[in-house]
């Protein structure tokens, strides 16, 4: 008998704590419509007492999704009434609470004399917080998830023990993450087979493991506890998370189902749809997918050498061990033109993946037609970027309004722009060493800011002369980072919209930042 493996994604959680990332609540919604076409079984919405937006967007998610839909908290009431607020309209709601239980986290985290004085006390500490928070989530509903934070560098002892007392408590998921990435495939399966010989009420609840790649051992290492026990595997698209991100489903799940003759266990994700989410979360995120990445990357089904190609037209098994058709690379090209109509667009859009609202569907057939006179044939990726535009989703505090940019190899670069808020028009003219600093100075001087450009990257996301170009680039503000992205047949408006989507980002933030202020208070009320 096959043994199902549950997914558990954590795209909207752990991937979005990617640096760089951040996804609008609606950006939030349409993804999670996504898992539930690839059939994830779990689906980690977001950390609801961390800000409004993640309540808000485990709020949406929950009140329309079939799936179990977790959110996450920290061993406190106040995280576990929150979460529980944000998710109760939930069919399956899940209340994931976690407590670090590595000596280095202890330490760290728990030097407040409050919680001990010597090590052992702050474990003692630890062990009855989770014990409390489980206890206290289980008033509200029966599906509760424990995760005890490091468990990758936790000794096995104290590991054990406060898996046994949580699970005593009433937890009925025990997650062992590996979160910073630490372990090699023996040490953590050996971990699993510990605790499923150690913990004497081990077989009452589902154990999972949750890795990061900070040595790109995450699918390896999520193997090697399915080995060794593990029933859960949390994971991400396209592999994005924390630093350097989490276990990648898609390669998880391809290497269960291509390998299946040697191992006994499946998943019921819909790989069909692979390739479809894993360019949605790229283009809303922002993070590009790397070319080589193994399933996803554009060159993991290009052969180049000729001895290869020649193979692989005789017989594609020869150096094909999964075919682009079992993660959903359309064979064909489906080309739109401006004859397309605005029907043929939304049913594409459709077929993609997509849900626009009519406003949405106003502005993105707007920015389809003015695409489709510049450059004619408009491919899928040309649409998944579109529908990635901050123009297209959401309302951007600043929009640029007009641009004029002047350089040549006689002439002074020189950027003009005007620059639109809900309340105020600023305009502003700058030179500069070339024509994307001449523009990134105008902005700048507008808008009386100076960020530092940590990094600046242009590239055709499609294909043809006329592509459209992708400026990727992050800013830093003070000691934060922000990512924008900027799309456009002309790479000059692409770095202009770059530009101020980081720094719109920084406005969002700075306005939660305020709003945040009132939330705690309105939650410390609840509370
Ligand atoms: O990596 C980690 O430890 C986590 C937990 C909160 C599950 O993301
Ligand atoms: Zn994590």
Redesign the pocket.
């Known amino acids: 008998m096959r043994e199902k493996i549950i997914i558990f994604d954590?795209t909207l959680?752990?991937g979005e704590?990617s640096p760089g990332a951040s996804l609008s609540v609606h950006d939030k919604v349409e993804i999670a419509r996504q898992l539930s076409r690839l059939n994830v079984d779990v689906i980690e919405a977001g950390f609801p007492v961390s800000s409004p937006t993640q309540f808000e967007a485990v709020k949406r998610i929950s009140d329309e999704s079939d799936k179990i839909i977790a959110g996450?908290c920290r061993a406190k009431e106040i995280d576990i009434k929150t979460a529980y607020d944000a998710l109760r309209n939930a069919k399956h709601p899940r209340i994931?609470t976690?407590s670090s239980t590595s000596d280095i986290h202890v330490l760290g985290k728990f030097s407040d004399s409050k919680y001990g004085i010597s090590l052992k006390e702050k474990k003692s500490t630890v062990l009855k917080m989770s014990v409390d928070a489980v206890a206290f989530a289980k008033t509200f509903t029966s599906d509760i998830e424990f995760?005890a934070?490091?468990?990758g560098r936790t000794d096995i002892g104290y590991l054990c023990e406060i898996i046994e007392a949580v699970i005593e408590a009433g937890a009925t998921t025990i997650?062992i993450?590996?979160?910073?990435g630490y372990t090699f495939p023996h040490e953590l399966g050996n971990k699993f087979y510990e605790i499923k010989n150690r913990v004497k009420n081990i077989n009452k609840i589902i154990l999972s493991a949750?890795c990061?790649n900070d040595l790109g051992l995450a699918v390896a290492n999520s193997i090697s506890a399915i080995n060794n026990g593990a029933r859960q595997i949390?994971c991400t698209i396209n592999g994005i998370?924390?630093r350097a991100g989490?276990a990648s489903l898609e390669e998880l799940v391809m290497a269960l189902k291509v390998r299946k003759e040697i191992n006994n266990y499946y998943t019921d994700i819909n790989t069909t749809e692979i390739y479809n989410t894993s360019r949605m979360v790229s283009s809303y995120t922002g993070i590009i997918v790397q070319p080589n990445k193994a399933i996803v990357g554009d060159n993991a089904f290009a052969h180049e050498s000729g001895i290869h190609q020649d193979g692989v037209l005789k017989d594609k098994s020869t150096y094909e061990i999964m075919t682009p058709e079992s993660i959903g690379v359309p064979k064909s090209k489906i080309i739109l033109g401006r004859h397309s109509g605005r029907h043929g667009l939304k049913s594409r859009l459709k077929e993609l993946g997509y849900h626009p609202s009519e406003e949405e569907m106003q502005n993105v057939y707007e920015s389809f037609l003015d695409l489709a006179d510049k450059k004619k044939e408009v491919f899928d990726d040309d649409l998944r970027m579109l529908m990635g535009d901050e123009e297209i989703t959401h309302s951007a505090y600043y929009k640029i309004d007009y641009l004029n940019v002047i350089s040549g190899n006689a002439a002074i670069p020189t950027a003009t722009v005007r620059i639109k808020s809900p309340e105020n028009v600023f305009e502003e003219s700058s030179t500069g060493d070339g024509p994307v600093d001449a523009l990134f100075n105008a902005i700048d001087r507008a808008l009386n800011i100076k960020p530092t450009v940590e990094s600046y990257s242009v590239r055709s996301v499609t294909s043809g002369r006329q592509a459209l170009g992708e400026v990727n680039l992050r800013l830093k503000f003070g000691n934060k980072y922000l990512g924008g992205r900027g799309l456009s047949t002309d790479i000059i408006e692409a770095s202009c919209k770059a530009y101020l989507q980081a720094i719109n980002h920084d406005v969002f933030l700075k306005m939660e930042n305020q709003f945040d202020y009132e939330y705690e208070n309105q939650i410390r009320f609840r509370g």
Not at 177 to 180: H, K, M
């Open positions: 954590t959680r752990d704590q996450l994931h976690f995760s934070e490091d468990a997650n993450p590996d979160t910073t949750h990061h949390e998370g924390e989490n």
